[in-house]
């Protein structure tokens, strides 16, 4: 059975840091990648973050780059986000998903239609 289960949320204040995980059971992602999505209160559910799990090729939206960094162990079939510098904004409900597909290097998956396999999710909350 194949589950990805996060963990790591919480609440912190603007500035600080929380260290985000997401472990796969029963699937590997070896020839696609996994990413990290994020929900605010009314609005949609928005890209943040992928990585290819060969290559560890990563990308980022625009609002977390510089902030976050995505990473993973091949060994623990985990992957992570780190982030620092956190604001109000970044308050959401963080999910990690599973790309089995191949990750093509000129077409990086942003789109939450491209990632195969989803997490329950773990509650950010950065106070101001």
């Known amino acids: 059975q194949v589950g990805l289960v996060e963990s790591g949320g919480g609440l912190v204040q603007t500035g600080g840091s929380l260290r985000l995980s997401c472990v796969a059971s029963?699937?590997?992602?070896?020839?696609?990648?996994m990413a990290w999505f994020r929900q605010a209160p009314g609005k949609e559910r928005e890209f943040v973050a992928t990585i290819r799990w060969g290559g560890g090729n990563t990308a980022y939206s625009d609002s977390v780059k510089g902030r976050f960094t995505i990473s993973r162990d091949k060994t623990k079939n985990t992957m992570y986000l780190q982030m620092n510098s956190l604001k109000p904004e970044d308050t959401a409900i963080y999910y990690c998903a599973g790309k089995t597909r191949y990750w093509i290097l000129t077409a990086i998956p942003t789109h939450e239609n491209e990632y195969d396999d989803w997490g329950q999710g773990t509650q950010v909350t950065v106070s101001s």
């Open positions: 029963g699937r590997t992602f070896s020839s696609g990648g």
